[in-house]
């Protein structure tokens, strides 16, 4: 039956938070036929809007933060990997390495005082007062002496005062990467070091590259320095006391004077001469 176009079909109306929608026309004698839908509630757009404008939001920060956690790991990466290559570099002779002590006082505008000396131009007195004093066993171990290592960790753990099992290499790598002061972390990340550095580097060359960073005075580094500073002379000049004496002042430059020493300095200095005197095979590496 056709439907009358007199405008009586509707489309729908909104009752409220319901819509209902109703599709049809008036026919004949008033009869209606058509559809009726129930729509469900209706939401505005605006709050939909604000919302994901919000995700969008937390999204950008989320990604943020991973950005800059992404670039931290990758810091950190290049912190680690920095060692390895410059190690490398320590290698060639003509190569003369600050420590990170230097670069402190040239960052702080302290200035320091090194002079590099070859350490063919050190003369012996030097060379094997350092050595006897800081790393007896430098020429047999890898870069670092385990059997002095597990008596500090039997004395540790036996609640005794630790002693000292730092070696030579490990001091290298401290004064070369690491910083000063006493921490357990710091000798964690010494030891592989150590080994490293032990393992890509002559140990004539370690042993140059140590007499040449190490602290002797507060802001004056190397042997050569050192030894002018206190005596007025180079330290191929020193004799094996004076030598002696200026090898003892580490590990704690800042108190002990070679120049002025104490009771207990010069007892420990005239032992370390006579090691040096006796060196003999203990020093063969570096000959």
Known sequence: MPASDDGNCRAGQDHGRFAVAWTGCEGYAGMKFGSLRLTGPTVDAEPRERMKRSTRRVLRKRGGLRRWVRRLVLLL????????????LYRLPGVQPISTLMLVDAVTLKGYDRQWVPIEEMGPAIVNSVMMSEDGQFCSHEGVDWKAFNLVLEDAFAGEKARGASTIPMQTAKNLFLWNGRSYIRKGIALPLALYIDCVLPKRRIMENYLNIAERVPNIYGAEAAAQHHSGRSARELSARQAARLAVTLPNPAMRNPGNPSAGLSRLAA???R????AGAYVGCLQ
């Open 77 to 88: 990466v290049l912190l680690a990997l920095l060692p390895l290559g410059l190690t490398f």
């Open 275 to 278: 090691r040096a005197r006796q």
């Open 271 to 273: 032992m370390i001469e």
